[in-house]
């Protein structure tokens, strides 16, 4: 059987160029510590929605350090396809918080 969907790490400058053009209001993750970035993309439409997690801004957050935390920075989907949203938000949380 063929996949007919695929989620996984894609390059930052990818993730950067979907976020400015897929219009997030906050644009590109200039963020100059550690991040990764995730990508949800169909057989049929190539990428169509992109997930970006971040340590956080803030040294310390809820009695953590920065570098036991790691928050969701960006989420973006491609204009035709707003059912992407919410799988690329539960696959993206689901690989931070059980496989990384």
């Given at each position: 059987m063929a996949p007919l969907a695929s989620f996984?790490?894609?390059?930052?400058r990818e993730a950067d160029a979907r976020l400015v053009e897929w219009g997030h209001y906050l644009g590109a993750c200039g963020r100059?510590?550690?991040?990764?970035?995730?990508?949800?993309?169909?057989t049929r439409d190539g990428l169509?929605?992109?997930?970006?997690s971040a340590s956080t801004v803030s040294k310390r957050a809820a009695g953590m350090d920065r570098k036991e935390?790691?928050?969701?920075a960006r989420l973006v989907r491609h204009p035709d396809h707003p059912w992407a949203t919410a799988a690329c938000?539960?696959?993206a949380r689901y690989v931070t918080s059980v496989i990384l």
């Open positions: 996984g790490l894609i390059l930052p100059p510590f550690g991040r990764q970035d995730f990508g949800l993309a169909t169509v929605a992109v997930a970006t935390l790691v928050e969701l938000l539960r696959l």
